[in-house]
């Protein structure tokens, strides 16, 4: 091995005064292992929570009016021709149930006449008028209407009372009269229309 292969192994020129001493010294030079550098990558997670509130709404509960029987029976009593001759209203927006609205009763059927119209509740309007004292914005209006007297537990038979009007904390604020009678096995009603606009005859 020659000086010139050697210098790249940084022999000093004193220890290459031969060939048979580079050849030696050449050998024994370690070989130098240039460090290694390890490079480390850390990644940082974010976790986001997202929090959800939820807001629970109460609906207020409503008291509904003890229901008043009307079973059919056998009776020898001829029923009155309003029994067969009554205008059928369904309409369940109108039951004591039902929230506030803007429906009112000026038209028909109870506007047929001034005497109003012999009215029979069926389907989802219920089958009665409500017959306690209840609070307004509800059955679909402001002023709720209900029945304070007592329905005719006679066949046939057929009993006057008032209805109530509701305006706000006065269950009673006006009255008009109505006439009930029992057709053995439901009732029907004796309705004029409503004095006020929202104002509407509570089902149940």
């Not at 050449?26 to 807001?55: D, F, N, Q, W, Y």
């Not at 209805?163 to 057709?183: D, F, K, M, P």
Request: some cysteine.
């Amino acid at each position: 091995m020659s000086l010139v292969q050697c210098n790249h192994l940084t022999l000093s020129n004193e220890h290459c005064t031969s060939n048979s001493h580079v050849s030696v010294l050449c050998s024994s030079v370690p070989t130098t292992t240039a460090p290694s550098t390890t490079e480390t990558t850390t990644t940082a997670t974010t976790t986001k929570t997202t929090t959800t509130t939820t807001t629970s709404r109460t609906t207020p509960t409503v008291t509904l009016c003890p229901m008043i029987s009307s079973p059919m029976v056998p009776s020898n009593n001829t029923l009155p021709a309003q029994c067969s001759t009554y205008k059928t209203v369904t309409d369940g927006s109108r039951r004591v149930t039902a929230p506030s609205g803007i429906f009112s009763d000026l038209g028909y059927p109870f506007n047929i006449s001034t005497t109003g119209a012999w009215v029979r509740f069926m389907g989802d309007a219920g089958t009665q008028l409500v017959s306690c004292p209840i609070s307004g914005n509800r059955c679909g209006a402001q002023y709720t209407l209900w029945y304070g007297n007592n329905h005719p537990s006679t066949t046939g038979g057929t009993s006057s009372g008032l209805v109530c009007y509701t305006v706000g904390s006065a269950q009673c604020y006006l009255t008009n009269s109505i006439s009930v009678t029992n057709c053995n096995g439901f009732f029907i009603y004796l309705l004029t229309k409503t004095v006020y606009s929202y104002a509407r005859y509570c089902t149940q």
